[in-house]
Structure formats: structure tokens, C-alpha cells
């Protein structure tokens, strides 16, 4: 299961990854490897730790997901999560090529 979930990321991964590496003049090719696993991976933990708060710290009971609360909850406990978490992935790499770029030259 978690390999069916991981394959589309990894996959996006690397054909973005390919892409931004073949043209010369788009230098993103660290982070565009590293933004669609990181969306999947944080917004799979988001709506984990969602799921743990609902069961163990607010005691209520998840209805299916369905409808307009369906699609409220996938908003904002696993599409959120995901963009931020792909967003730090992004900045953190930003960093720390910068910061590689200084240690070499």
C-alpha cells in the first residue's frame, strides 16, 4: 500500500527533476526533486496526526469521507499540510545549496 501511495511522487520526482536538469537555464532541478515527495510525505503525516487527535485526544468518531466535510477535512488536514511541508522542503533546499554555493567558491 505504501508503495502504491509513494510511486506517483517519486515518479513526478524524477520527471521534473529530468526536466529542469536538461534545460540550462531553469535551476530548480535539487528542489523540483524534492518537492512532490515531500508534499507526500507530509500531507500523509498531517492527516496521520489528524486521525490520532481525533481518536485520542478529542474522543469524537470520523465520519467517512463525503461530501462538503469530506472535502473540508481533506483541505485542510491533507492538502495543507502537504503545501507547507513541500514549501519548507523547497526553502530548506534553497539554503542549503546557498550555503554549499558559499563553502565552494
Known amino acids: 500500500m505504501q508503495i502504491i501511495y509513494a ?3 517519486v ?3 524524477l520527471v521534473s527533476f529530468g526536466v529542469f536538469l536538461v534545460v540550462p537555464r531553469l535551476r530548480f532541478a535539487i528542489a523540483a ?3 512532490p515527495v515531500a508534499f507526500g510525505f507530509c500531507a500523509i ?12 485526544l478529542l474522543k469524537i468518531q470520523l465520519r467517512p469521507v463525503e461530501g462538503l ?6 483541505l485542510f488536514f491533507f492538502i495543507t499540510p502537504g503545501v507547507m511541508g513541500s ?10 545549496l546557498g550555503w554549499w554555493k558559499r563553502i565552494i567558491t
Open 69 to 74: 466535510h469530506g472535502a473540508v477535512e481533506v
Open 87 to 96: 514549501w519548507a522542503a523547497v526553502w530548506i533546499v534553497g539554503k542549503a
Open 45 to 56: 503525516a498531517g492527516y496521520i496526526a489528524w486521525v490520532l487527535v481525533c481518536d485520542f
Open 33 to 35: 526533486l524534492v518537492a
Open 11 to 13: 515518479l513526478l520526482s
Open 7 to 9: 510511486a506517483p511522487f
